[in-house]
């Protein structure tokens, strides 16, 4: 499959992959990029998506607070914080 | 060589809303870090977004307001990106099926003509959390992500900083007048990304784009303009090629530097997000909102100005701010005089806020009183130091100006006879002023004037009390 | 009586009559439940403390004259709904150490409904898989067809209500994973019309393709656990606001000997192809004979863009995924390898904590969203996806339902096939149409094979005719062992 650029594509995703990954991947990959472009023969031009398995418009919420999460229940979870923020190796912007 | 600048901003205004695009937290400011928040808006595991109604209808009144066409479908999109301030790792945002297209703002060129700034497209979408730098870590605070912000994308119409500065202007008050955003610059209500670029004049096409992030206010932005426009003139006459990039507007330098990109590869995989229905409002649907719309501040500038005969100048104080417009017009209409009542709104009731601090809304003056007032002092039954004399009574604790001057025998005097009583006494009383006038010291005339209220207690019609004194002292 | 091996009907009429408790029937699971731990391994977590402090509490307002269509029955749950104060993984590594602060929609419903919560089951991780082989808490045996792979990826819940080691549970389905293992191992299993249950608090899978269903013993217990989770959730902006009916009121006035008069059951040939197993081809004949001896009609259809249905899936499915597992960056939760430079620590994080299918999926979905691949791919397969839904809508203007085979060939024995990817997905070449369609199924059992591994069958009815599926399964519904 040309254009299968795993390590770009790993990028994107954010995943280290291993020497062994990325061969493994890489050809696993390949065969099923081969294999789903078995839909490139047919003639869509002319068909609108389907975004959903049942489709209507207009869903909305009313503009009425719902109570969330206390400060502590939401940094509970948080791997690591500095006070009541998560916190994260520095970033450079 | 001569150049063409060429600007073109995306603003996105905040709008104002109770709670959050997607979910029911607080969007209110200045709360303490994590205060506001839950699953969806933290991107927890299983949690879903659910459209705000609100801040459609407010997309859909900005895109009125601004003469934009609302689409007949809109749907929302995933932008993909990994940043930290991002809670799902994908921003819900609208690519390529916005909310309203087309469109423009009015403002005065370069040249003082008016002209159109076009807008491509508004489209909504969710804001991001906050970092904050520190020693050694960063942290995240999640209280703003997903509070609604309207992108607004304007053409590439804009040819110095003075007219992004206009377009800025004109844009916020619209706002402001639409109701749909509050446009607070210091709470970051409205952060516009700049797109710059120059080119040799007559040259069609356009020159390497530059794009300055996140500026809030538009002192900032006008600095920033100046700045990179001369940086680019200075690289194009040194024959140095310019790069397409982000950059950043370093307030204490003054000077604008490189920003690191987000994602090295700018390849946001967007697609259509399957969480959301698309949204297709029906023609009743727009027209029911549009019929809530307030008049355009540029028009109703214009139509004040005719209506009224006030001057242009006036016009503008006045139309700048909606609630102060409202005020003048009930204003007017309720003593039958604009330029008596724009006279009033402009000198004495905004000194009256200024003084107090209290806005006008969260006073007890209401139109009718303040045309009652007019009414009375545009009759002659009181007159003007009575009418500004009981104006901050007025203002503090409301009130029938008529039954206040009846109860109070506020009435002018405008009697002849008891003026003339008043008028004999004082020039009895200051032969050694009424010396000096007569000897020419025709200033001194004031002070019998004084006088002559001060007898009266202030009732006394002070144009006859001139006519008088001048007669007796010929 | 084994308390364990009740249905919820049965649970319900003991319950009400008072001949057992709730804690009795709640401690009776318990027992089987952490016996079968080291064989079966259906469950990820066990909830004894919890689920026997709220049997008590059920019991208490039994006495005290209450009554709610679950009071009191023992429920086991997918891993990947969040049930608050309790640890919700979708058996990943990476969501290790999360706690849940809040319920699912259907996990309130349910709380509502009197349910008590016996422990998480097992599944593939983030239910991307057909065998709960990929589960990063190792394997569940399928505990009928010992040895073998309990199907996917509700594997942990279809293990359960298979080996009676729960009375019922919840599954979820985004190409089959509800129906495929209930076939495996002999339980009823529905995939709801997308829309008609809330996917709120449910770790996402494909968004536009997920739905959360029963897994059960009976089609009468599908049809009691439909009526407490169906409905519009404001939460979910793609559940819909459609009545609900009483689904337990679905075969009611049925002619007790012709059932199915009047109702037509489209044979899409498709569905009936070269790579069927010839048991399952078996069963899925008598089947057709049980249809017509009920009074049922058959009828041939066709679904022409079958073929097209796994690659679509695919690309579908994947593209979904990588957004929604974009999250697992162990910023706010879970997993972190903490790291000096933000970048590293998200990959290393997420190469720690997912496992190796996970990788390949949200590496095919980063693919086929990405710059110069979107159109041929993503953008294709929505609209292939558009084909594969006419083709459903066409054969239900002939028939009231389609019947068909659930999965190409029953159960197979652990640890094979598992290097290779392809022949994994092509078992769900069956199930994955009814999901891009939306429309709903039910698998039911059809048999069990000379080897002992069960077989079932899978009935296909347009959008929100779970009445019609219930009508048609409670008549074609095999008598139970």
């Not at chain 2, 990179?228 to 003139?233: L, S, V």
């Not at chain 2, 006030?310 to 604009?338: H, M, Q, W």
């Not at chain 3, 190409?175 to 019309?193: D, L």
Request: aromatic share 6%.
């Amino acid at each position: 499959m040309p254009g299968f650029d795993i390590d770009r594509v790993a990028h994107l995703a954010r995943l280290d992959l291993t020497e062994e990954e990325r061969t493994t991947f890489g050809s696993q990959l390949e065969t099923i990029v081969a294999y789903v472009d078995r839909i490139a023969g047919l003639d869509v031009a002319d068909e609108k998506a389907t975004l959903h398995g049942h489709q209507v418009n207009n869903i909305f919420r009313a503009d009425t607070p719902v109570e969330g999460l206390e400060t502590e229940a939401a940094l509970a979870n948080a791997p690591a914080r500095i006070e009541d923020e998560i916190r994260m190796p520095r970033i450079v912007e | 060589m001569e150049y063409e600048v060429v600007i073109g901003l995306e603003t996105h205004v905040q709008l104002k809303t109770t709670t959050k695009m997607f979910c029911g937290c607080s969007t209110a400011f200045g709360a303490s870090p994590n205060a506001h928040v839950c699953p969806v808006c933290l991107g927890y595991p299983g949690a879903l977004p659910a459209m705000n109604q609100e801040a459609i209808r407010y997309t859909v009144m900005a895109g009125l307001m601004l003469g934009c066409k609302i689409a007949d479908y809109a749907k929302f999109d995933r932008k993909n990106y990994f940043y930290p301030d991002s809670s799902k790792n994908y921003q819900i945002t609208q690519l390529d099926y916005p909310l309203c297209l087309g469109g423009g703002v009015e403002i005065v060129g370069e040249g003082g003509e008016k002209k159109t700034v076009r807008i491509h497209h508004i489209h909504l979408e969710e804001d991001v959390g906050k970092l904050t730098h520190r020693a050694g870590c960063s942290g995240v605070d999640f209280n703003r992500a997903g509070t609604p912000l309207m992108e607004i994308v304007s053409e590439p119409d804009m040819r110095s900083a003075d007219e992004a500065i206009a377009y800025l202007t004109a844009l916020r008050e619209m706002m402001i007048y639409a109701g749909v955003s509050e446009c607070n610059l210091e709470e970051g209500n409205m952060r516009s990304d700049v797109n710059i670029s120059i080119r040799p004049k007559g040259q069609q096409a356009y020159g390497t784009k530059i794009e300055i992030k996140n500026m809030n206010t538009f002192s900032g932005i006008h600095a920033a303009l100046l700045y990179e426009i001369e940086r680019q003139k200075a690289a194009c006459d040194a024959g140095q090629a310019l790069r397409q990039e982000t950059r950043r507007w370093d307030t204490e330098a003054g000077e604008t530097a490189v920003m690191r990109s987000k994602e090295n590869s700018d390849d946001y995989r967007y697609f259509p997000e399957p969480d959301l229905m698309p949204i297709a409002l029906s023609a009743e649907q727009v027209a029911a909102w549009a019929a809530q719309l307030p008049e355009a501040p540029a028009k109703r500038r214009e139509r004040m100005i005719a209506e009224y005969g006030i001057p242009e100048y006036d016009a503008g104080v006045l139309s700048a701010d909606r609630a102060l417009a409202d005020f003048f017009e009930a204003t007017a209409k309720r003593c039958g005089n604009g330029k008596l009542a724009s006279n009033w709104v402009m000198a004495e009731v905004l000194a009256l806020t200024a003084k107090t601090g209290v806005e006008l809304s969260d006073s007890q003056l209401t139109p009718e009183a303040l045309g009652d007032l007019l009414k009375l002092l545009e009759g002659k039954t009181i007159n003007g130091p009575t009418a500004k004399a009981l104006l901050p009574e007025l203002f503090e604790k409301g009130g029938d100006p008529a039954a206040m001057v009846k109860e109070r025998g506020l009435g002018q005097v405008s009697d002849a006879g008891a003026i003339e009583a008043f008028v004999d006494a004082v020039l009895e009383a200051n032969p050694k002023v009424v010396a000096e006038v007569k000897a020419g010291k025709g200033a001194a005339i004031g002070f019998l004037v004084g006088q002559v209220m001060k007898q009266s207690k202030g009732k006394a019609s002070p144009q006859m009390v001139q006519e008088l004194l001048r007669k007796k002292l010929a | 009586m084994e308390l364990h091996k009740l249905t919820i009907a049965e649970a319900l009429k003991g319950l009400r009559e008072g001949t057992f408790t709730s804690v009795d029937l709640t401690q009776a699971l318990i027992n089987v439940m952490e016996a079968s731990q080291a064989d079966i391994h259906a469950y990820v977590t066990i909830d004894a403390e919890g689920a026997l402090a709220q049997a008590a509490e059920c019991d208490r307002r039994r006495a005290a004259g209450e009554d709610l269509p679950m009071l009191g029955v023992p429920i086991a749950i997918k891993d990947n709904m969040n049930v608050i104060g309790q640890p919700c993984t979708a058996s990943s590594r990476i969501l290790e150490g999360y706690v849940a602060p809040y319920d699912a929609t259907v996990i309130a419903k349910l709380r509502a409904a009197g349910a008590v919560f016996l422990g998480r089951t097992n599944m593939d991780e983030f239910a991307l898989g057909s065998t709960t082989q990929t589960s990063g808490f190792g394997p569940t045996e399928n505990p009928v067809a010992r040895g073998c792979i309990p199907g996917g990826s509700s594997g942990g819940s279809a293990a359960a209500v298979g080996g009676d080691l729960a009375i019922c549970a919840l599954g979820s389905d985004t190409g089959g994973s509800i129906r495929q293992p209930a076939s495996h191992c002999g339980i009823v299993g529905v995939k709801p019309t997308y829309g008609r249950v809330s996917r709120y608090g449910i770790v996402a899978c494909a968004s536009s393709l997920d739905q959360v269903g029963p897994m059960t013993k009976t089609v009468e217990d599908a049809a009691i656990l439909m009526n407490v989770i169906s409905g519009r959730d404001p939460m979910d902006a793609t559940s819909l606001d459609e009545p609900v009916p009483d689904y337990t009121t679905a075969w009611q006035g049925c002619d007790p000997d012709q059932p199915l008069k009047g109702m037509t059951f489209g044979i899409p040939e498709e569905y009936y192809g070269d790579g069927l197993d010839d048991e399952v081809r078996a069963f899925a004949e008598a089947m057709k004979a049980r249809v017509v001896a009920l009074g049922g009609t058959l009828k041939p259809v066709s679904l022409p863009h079958s073929q097209y249905g796994i690659p679509t899936y695919y690309i579908c499915m994947t593209a979904e995924i990588s957004a929604n597992l974009a999250r697992f960056d162990g910023v706010r939760y879970g997993q972190r390898v903490p790291c000096d430079d933000v970048i590293e620590q998200y990959k290393r994080t997420r190469a720690e904590g997912f496992g190796a299918e996970v990788k390949r999926r949200v590496l095919l979905g980063t693919f086929v969203l990405s710059s110069g691949y979107y159109d041929a791919y993503y953008n294709r397969a929505q609209k292939v996806r558009t084909l594969i839904r006419r083709d459903f809508n066409q054969a239900f203007a002939e028939c009231d339902a389609l019947l068909t085979p659930v999965t190409p060939e029953p159960a197979w024995p652990l640890g094979v096939y598992q290097d290779d990817p392809i022949r994994n997905y092509l078992s769900d070449v069956l199930t994955v149409g009814v999901n891009l369609a939306g429309c709903c199924a039910i698998a039911i059992p059809a048999g069990t094979t000379q080897a002992g591994k069960p077989v079932g069958i899978q009935l296909i009815a347009p959008n929100f005719g779970e009445m019609t599926l219930f009508k048609a399964a409670k008549a074609l519904e095999l008598p139970r062992a």
